[in-house]
């Protein structure tokens, strides 16, 4: 897996002496490093286009990024709603302009317009809240599933359904498309449907998911997926 490439001004995470194979810097001092415009206005770069298209998580990551821009750093993100207007050109950078809603006390509202070509492609909003202790909790228990190291990766999947003969025959421009792309994320399905049911799956998922390269062990831990 090809890790996201240098920016073209040589600003990349060798020059700040971060340790090779480190994730998170690559994505700190790449993707995630937006150049400022003016107040509240910035300009991000592409760095992962599959499909000939800019990838959903990529503006995402670099809109909220703009947002935390414009507030203190006491302050943590906790509620994100995105919407995606307009497909995204890869053949230009994308300008995020920030609008401050709102700054109180505790909470602070950010919105964010991501631009190509004078319009929107994307708007978002985000809450930001000073971090301290809830006595709330919104998560389902675990389920019961095989550890990671038992499944199969989706790489592997593909690969032995490209080895079966009927499903070759169906299905081989969707099959040896997904084969070919690099997904900086790795996927292994607790249940993956067999060779004969491809089309007769339950309306329900379940995966582990973990990024692909060290993240650093300051974001490590035991609750972490994948």
């Keep these: 897996m090809s890790s996201p490439q240098a920016p ?20 700190v001092t790449t993707v995630l490093n937006l150049e400022p415009l003016d107040e509240d206005l910035f300009r991000g770069r592409h760095y992962w286009v599959p499909a000939k298209r800019l990838f959903g998580g990529q503006i995402v990551g670099q809109a909220l990024v703009a947002a935390a821009k414009s507030v203190s750093e006491d302050v943590h993100v906790h509620s994100l709603h995105c919407y995606f207007v307009r497909a995204g050109d890869p053949k230009l950078p994308v300008l995020y302009q920030v609008e401050r809603t709102r700054t109180g006390s505790s909470f602070s509202v950010r919105s964010v317009k991501a631009v190509q070509h004078g319009k929107p492609i994307f708007i978002c909003q985000a809450s930001f809240q000073q971090a301290q202790p809830s006595p709330m909790q919104h998560q389902f228990s675990m389920p019961t599933v095989p550890p990671p190291e038992e499944l199969l990766d989706c790489e592997t999947l593909i690969d032995q359904y490209l080895r079966d003969p009927n499903l070759q025959k169906r299905y081989p421009l969707a099959l040896n498309r997904i084969a070919a792309q690099e997904v900086p994320i790795e996927i292994k399905p607790v249940n993956p449907s067999p060779l004969s049911q491809l089309q007769r799956m339950e309306p329900k998922q379940m995966f582990w998911v973990r990024a692909r390269g060290y993240i650093g062990p300051e974001l490590e831990s035991p609750g972490a997926q994948g």
């Design 8 to 27: 073209e001004d040589g600003q990349g995470c060798g020059d700040r002496g971060d340790p090779p194979g480190d994730l998170r810097s690559v994505l």
